[in-house]
DNA sequence: AACGACGTCTCATATAATGAGACAAAATAT
DNA sequence: ATATTTTGTCTCATTATATGAGACGTCGTT
């Protein structure tokens, strides 16, 4: 589910780099092993296979793995034109001007949703460090947002991928439970997480739809309990719609990356 | 020279992959195959698993591929672990917020510097889609920053990575006459770009050291000849300076991505 | 000094990838 | 309307690459 295998030794290779990636932190080889399919010249190989290429780095003192410039050089080639945060910022910047709290955008990926970016009018906060997080779609708002607006048919592959594991009492734990709340969505036109990822946050998330209703991300609004309550962030309703309504009108021409 | 060649499929994939993002913008195969070493079936097939993989996204209608949202996945955690632009960002903030000119962050990769980031007071310019960009070392204010602060180990491979090539008649066409200016920037602590990469761009640019002396980057301020001169510029020299100093204290346990 | 942990290397064997040529569909030229 | 060209996709005999058990070396721990 999710990453396609059967792709060989560069199927192989991304899988590792993605493990090196996912850790967030220099990781050594040994720890790597620990949770690896691969046997332990395999892995190694394959390491050094990426490092040579630029896509890890190592160090030799520490004997740890980290991403390398390589894909540096890559991340923003991709940013560019693989996510809508180039077009979504100045909208979501206007939008998070007036707002204490900080506007996310999101876009769908195999059935999850990836953060591509996050404004905040405080500069205090680093932004892009925290874009690339990958969340479930079925219990965040920006998850929820976009699911009620896909296809039938990619509805149904989406709810397929959705693992549906018990975060708060408040999580779905199931797809009927669910497909009833995207009925509320699709006719109210706003999603609300109400701590169904995590305890204690909150958030209201509109989907980004083109003028043609493709449903191409979804930005959205988090918060903490103890700052706002979802009646609170109900009045960002509008101001919502209409930031999410401007990106969708310049996303008409943009296509997000297709499934795999 | 820069890319390591001989790591089998992987490398080939990634020759591939840098292909489709140094286009920036969608491209079908029959573009990629004018320039491509390889022959037809092998550029397919090596398109078609990248593609499968997420790193790369088709569009079945253009029939062109374009960076893939696993791409932006990585992206993200590779530009804050690889990347200095998380640590010197507010730093370079505060800088950028008295000028009207823009403030870049560099890093070295493979003899050639990277710009990961580049702030500006105002917002009204794309910011991070022109971050990734790749130059030459010895035209640049930021690389011969970079490259007046290696050790002499680097700075011999370095300097066996330059091309030479004589962009305007400013451009240094040897190592010998780059020698003799690396010598002047070590003992000024600033480099200038006198439109030595494109006529017209000048910049001024300082080397980020941490106080070990090591160095992980550069800072520059990069203007139009019809906007500043070279002694314009250089009255920034102090600020430059402090927020270099300000952003290598903080990267004195950073690690750069060593050169594969 | 002995032992364990971890990273690195070897090589017989297995698996994956190659690329010329063929084919199909769509676009272009006549 | 038909012929030709262009582009993308597929096949398969052959070649190249990758695998992974076991061994080895270095460093850390006991």
New interface residues.
């Given amino acids: 589910m999710g990453?396609?295998t059967g792709?060989?030794?560069?199927?192989k290779?991304?899988t590792v780099?993605?493990q090196v990636?996912?850790i967030?932190?220099?990781v050594r080889m040994r720890e790597l092993l620990e949770t690896s399919e691969f046997p332990k010249p395999t892995l190694y190989r394959?390491l050094q296979?990426?490092?040579?290429?630029?896509?890890l780095?190592?160090?030799?003192e520490?004997q740890t793995y980290?991403?390398?410039?390589?894909?540096?050089?890559?991340?923003?080639?991709?940013?560019?034109?693989?996510?809508l945060?180039?077009i979504a910022?100045?909208h979501v910047?206007a939008l998070a001007a007036n707002l204490r709290e900080a506007v996310h955008v999101a876009?769908i990926?195999?059935g999850q949703v990836?953060f591509?970016d996050k404004r905040q009018a405080s500069?205090k906060f680093?932004t892009?460090?925290?874009?690339?997080?990958?969340a479930p779609a079925y219990c965040t708002g920006v998850g929820k947002a976009i699911l009620a607006f896909l296809s039938e048919e990619d509805l149904e592959q989406a709810l397929l991928q959705q693992a549906f594991h018990q975060y708060t009492p408040a999580t779905h734990t199931s797809a009927n439970t669910l497909r009833a709340e995207l009925e509320t969505i699709r006719a109210e036109g706003i999603a609300f997480d109400r701590e169904e990822h995590a305890a204690g946050i909150i958030s209201i998330a509109a989907p980004i739809l083109t003028p043609s209703r493709r449903v191409v991300g979804s930005i959205s609004i988090a918060t903490a309990t103890n700052r706002h309550s979802l009646e609170g962030l109900g009045k960002f309703r509008p101001a919502l719609l209409e930031c999410a309504q401007k990106i969708g009108a310049e996303a008409q021409s943009w296509?997000?990356?297709?499934l795999?």
Same sequence: chains 1, 2.
Avoid: E, F, K
Wanted: overall charge neutral; aromatic content about 2%.
């Fill in positions: 990453v396609v792709d060989g030794t560069v199927g290779a991304l780099l993605d990636a996912g967030g932190r220099p394959l296979t990426l490092t040579n290429q630029g896509m780095t190592y160090n030799t520490a980290a991403p390398g410039i390589r894909l540096v050089r890559l991340a923003h080639v991709a940013w560019s034109q693989a996510s945060a180039p910022r100045p910047d876009q990926d195999n990836v591509v500069t680093s892009l460090a925290q874009a690339g997080q990958v296509q997000p990356p297709s795999p």
